[in-house]
């Protein structure tokens, strides 16, 4: 099987990157992606994105507007990650992205982004890269960048192969997706709407059924402390290994992101104090951004520390929570519908630069939530449980997907395998 080393503006129409001027915003509109909103997927996350008007859209070059089957490439800063374009709906991105529009005619466009995936083409990137505090790929050097290209019968099959892989992930997210779903549906129909099995013999008096109460948020801790950061390499001090979890790994706990917590070193008593177990809470009380807070929260399970095999703790911008027995799973969903309803929000304390510093104290003496009877509870954490267990399951198999492509993919495209 013939191989071509080829230089990237050989086998693409165009390369390009983002308008350079800074586009207006707008409350609604063409999503404005950047980045960050590349999730450990290579996808676009649209979910907190800004909007630039239809106008400023219009008014772009076309080989600026993104179409199905382009690739953006980041060349700014964190620089070196694909993204395939599989759909036409319209966005914008920023000047840090480039974006690839590859010649149907010379090769196959999910071959070419499961290359820019690879190691051995960010490795050429890397070396290319300008700069010192925001490393920068020019469009000049991007498009003298080569790619080894078989014949395209053989890119097809590569990118078949591989894709086979993305969908079953992909598959794996959505259910995830319609599990974290129906676990807040579940909580808010017992326990907002108050229709919990049995309700129709409930009076509900001042909101809270009879023989009920609420009561503050410390009610149902029986332990917390702040996390720790300790050291990235062993020393007298910190000589103990630990993966530490930070408040943005928290959504790729359950979306399987969870090879990329930092392993680090830690005091033997520093460790002891915070290592987490299986019912512990983590949550967020310091960072967020100027359009989103902190008060984020994930629900350590036994599947998560039997498959991270050391020690873990929580980063020192989080708070380690250990709900009273038989709460972990009621508390913690709690906390989410709290903070996707806007209630967290209300704790939050912003300073010029934007960093959230969250009213840890008040907000476990001044929130109130729903102490529920033993029997409903056992019911709730059944079903919550099983929830909770199907979802890490799917975190789970990404995670061993993404590692089966990932160990298949430098075979595949250097042409060690052949298909």
């Not at 790619?147 to 019968?153: F, L």
């Amino acid at each position: 099987m013939s191989w071509e080393k080829v230089k990237l503006e050989d086998v693409c129409l165009s390369i390009s990157d983002g308008d350079h001027q800074a586009p207006p915003k707008v409350d609604n509109g063409i999503p404005f992606v950047t980045i960050s909103n590349i999730n450990s997927t290579n996808k676009f996350d649209l979910s907190e994105v800004m909007y630039v008007p239809q106008e400023y859209y219009d008014h772009l070059d076309s080989k600026r507007k993104p179409q199905k089957e382009d690739i953006l490439y980041s060349v700014v800063g964190s620089f070196g990650i694909p993204v395939y374009i599989d759909c036409d709906e319209k966005f914008v991105f920023q000047r840090h992205i480039a974006i690839l529009r590859p010649d149907s005619k010379k090769i196959v466009s999910k071959f070419l982004y499961y290359v820019m995936l690879g190691r051995e083409f960010y490795l050429q990137a890397d070396a290319v890269a300008v700069g010192a505090a925001q490393r920068t790929v020019s469009l000049t050097a991007l498009r003298d960048m080569t790619v080894n290209v078989p014949s395209m019968e053989t890119q097809k099959k590569i990118a078949d192969i591989l894709s086979a892989y993305d969908k079953l992930i992909e598959n794996n997210q959505k259910q995830i997706k319609l599990l974290e779903e129906a676990v807040q549906r579940l909580y808010k129909e017992w326990f907002v709407d108050l229709r919990f099995p049995g309700h129709e013999d409930v009076k509900i008096i001042d909101g809270v059924p009879e023989g009920w109460e609420r009561v503050c948020l410390s009610n149902f801790i029986e332990y917390e402390i702040g996390g720790g950061w300790g050291d990235d390499i062993p020393n007298r001090e910190n000589p103990n290994q630990a993966y530490v979890i930070r408040g943005t790994d928290m959504l790729g706990i359950t979306h399987g992101e969870i090879n990329s917590l930092p392993l680090r070193y830690h005091g033997e008593t520093n460790l002891m104090k915070r290592e987490l177990q299986a019912g512990d809470i983590i949550f967020e009380v310091s960072g967020g951004s100027k359009n989103e807070g902190v008060a984020k929260c994930t629900l350590i399970t036994s599947q998560l520390l039997n498959y991270l095999h050391k020690p873990v703790m929580c980063a020192s911008f989080c708070k380690l929570i250990r709900p009273i027995r038989n709460h972990s799973n009621y508390l913690h969903d709690c906390l989410k519908y709290l903070r996707a309803s806007g209630r967290t929000s209300e704790y939050d304390k912003r300073s010029a630069s934007s960093i959230v510093n969250y009213r840890w104290k008040d907000f476990l003496t001044q929130e109130k939530i729903l102490f529920i009877p033993n029997d409903i509870l056992e019911r709730y954490n059944d079903m919550s449980s099983k929830i909770h267990s199907k979802i890490m399951t799917h975190s789970l198999q990404i995670e061993l997907l993404k590692q089966a492509r990932d160990r298949l993919l430098p075979k595949l495209i250097s042409g060690e395998i052949q298909v």
